[in-house]
């Protein structure tokens, strides 16, 4: 357990925040601004802040009370950059054994053989990195970050500088950093569909304090959290594959619910998680008919909340999870909501991009 409390003061701006962030991926999510980075560089020794402590079971990173600040290169941290940072006049073998150069002989490591295969770099060794693409290269610094023995695992934003073709290729890379290494990662992100997709647990961030903490089905869920906005705004859903269908479709079972989706190139039996976007969603009060409209969701109201606008933000539970919709003001009272009434959520299956469907790993425990 990854224990965080940091205070430190710039000009403009101040951070107060404190966290535990257990087993798996945790991401460290909200604006621009909001002191992810800064975290980030107190726990990696890049920052010394005014006050603070870094624990990791009895591994005392810093304690500024006590007067503990182990240097960075102390610290046995992987740090994975927006961009791959490789030492371009090595081969990718190469960039992989530099994260081993330095690790204690006594660490525990990572086979190279098994991080090679688990990243899908077999092919890549031979090269430089002038001769890779953007998510090739980070592939290979994610696997020199394991090489190097680490006790802990920094990510921030690492694909921030990728376009959208490239960070659909990474995406399932840090899905199985997740699920098969055992190595705590903490993760930089402001994009909600990442957070839908990797995190087990969420410590939401606004203007330097921590709002809110737990697995990203809860902390996306809540109306009254939105870290990044509420064009941003979505629920996330687990839901097993039943059945991939003739005409392109692939049937979910969402605890009881069906969901159709855009073709899933996974196994049957496989859990995925599903980010539905609020804007996505729209409400009924009864169960429609003659829609194009596949994926039709009963619910019950949990809360309406109205925006700074003329927006409002519906959170309905349903069999298959919480589901948010975005809608306008003017059509929650037209539709006459309120805790406690039935309502049915209507998604276009096509509305569910390929970017919010990702492997159901574990969402741990609210802290």
């Known amino acids: ?40 560089n107190a726990v990696a020794g890049l920052l010394i802040p005014d006050t603070g402590r870094v624990t990791s079971g009895d591994w005392t990173l810093l304690d500024t009370d006590a007067g503990v600040r182990l240097k960075p ?50 092919h890549l060794l031979d090269r430089r990195p002038g001769a890779l693409s953007g998510g090739e290269k980070q592939r290979v610094a ?21 376009d959208e073709a490239r960070k659909a290729e990474i995406l399932p890379y840090f899905e199985r950093l997740r699920d098969e290494v055992n190595v705590p990662v903490l993760y930089v992100s402001h994009s909600a569909s990442e957070v839908a997709r990797l995190a087990t647990t969420v410590v939401a961030l606004d203007a330097g304090r921590v709002i809110a903490q737990g697995p990203a089905s809860e902390i996306l869920s809540d109306p009254a959290i939105l870290p990044v906005g509420a064009r941003e705004a979505g629920a996330v859903l687990t839901a097993r594959i039943v059945r991939h ?29 599903v980010r539905i976007a609020a804007h996505d969603v729209i409400l009924s009060r009864h169960r429609p008919e003659g829609l194009s409209a596949l994926n039709i969701l009963p619910g019950v109201v949990h809360e309406v909340r109205p925006g700074g606008g003329p927006g409002a933000i519906v959170a309905l539970d349903t069999k298959a999870g919480r589901v948010l919709a975005r809608i306008t003001q003017r059509s929650a009272k037209a539709l006459g909501l309120a805790p406690g009434e039935p309502i049915h959520a209507i998604v276009k299956s096509v509305s569910i991009a390929p970017a919010d469907i990702g492997a159901g790993g574990a969402q741990g425990p609210s802290n």
């Open 73 to 122: 290169h102390e610290r046995r941290l992987g740090y994975i950059f927006q961009e791959g940072r490789l030492f371009p006049h090595l081969t990718v073998k190469q960039n992989l054994d530099y994260g081993g150069w330095f690790a204690p002989k006594y660490a525990p490591r990572e086979d190279l053989h098994k991080v090679v295969d688990l990243l899908g770099i077999g």
């Open 245 to 273: 269908h003739d005409d392109g479709l692939t049937e979910l079972d969402a605890h009881g619910l069906t969901l159709l989706l855009p073709r899933v190139t996974t196994a049957i039996g496989a859990q995925l998680r």
């Open 142 to 162: 994610i696997g020199r970050a394991l090489l190097s023995a680490p006790r802990l695992i920094l990510a921030d934003e690492p694909l921030a500088a990728l």
């Open 1 to 40: 357990m990854l224990e965080v409390a940091v205070r430190h003061a710039f000009d403009g701006f101040s951070l107060d925040a404190a966290f535990r962030a257990p087993p798996g991926v945790t991401v460290l999510f909200g604006r621009s601004g909001s002191g992810k980075t800064t975290i980030v």
